[in-house]
């Protein structure tokens, strides 16, 4: 993949948001984005350029599925990042991506890829 990405970051967790953060960057590809709140998750959703998202599930007690929702009526792919693996998701998502924490470099490059994927 050479091509720069404009993602999306959803993360309540500052460390976990800069290291997202650095991660994205060192693949080559941009921050778009950083939300820690799910209004302001929702409004960057809406309102920026997009070519992905990386989502976590639970933000502060909010899931993050009515991000999911923006970012899907505008065509925009999207993965889960969660603690709980593909239990802690509702029924209706868990065919999306889905990367545990902790994660690394790989997880995420990976992650990417399948959510671009055809």
Do not use: C, W
């Not at 820690?36 to 998750?41: G, T, V």
């Not at 899907?72 to 969660?82: L, M, N, Q, S």
């Amino acid at each position: 993949m050479t091509d720069t990405l404009r993602v999306l970051i959803v993360e309540d967790e500052m460390t976990i948001a800069l290291l997202l953060e650095e991660m994205v960057e060192d693949l080559g590809h941009q921050v778009a984005g950083l939300a820690m709140r799910l209004p302001q998750a929702i409004e960057l959703a809406h309102s920026r350029p997009l070519d992905l998202a990386i989502l976590d599930v639970n933000l502060d007690g909010h899931m993050s599925y009515p991000v999911a929702e923006v970012l899907a009526e505008r065509g925009v792919p999207y993965v889960f990042a969660t603690g709980y693996g593909s239990a802690g998701i509702d029924a209706q998502y868990r065919d999306r991506v889905i990367i545990k924490k902790p994660y690394a470099l790989d997880d995420i490059k990976g992650a990417i890829e399948n959510a671009l994927a055809p």
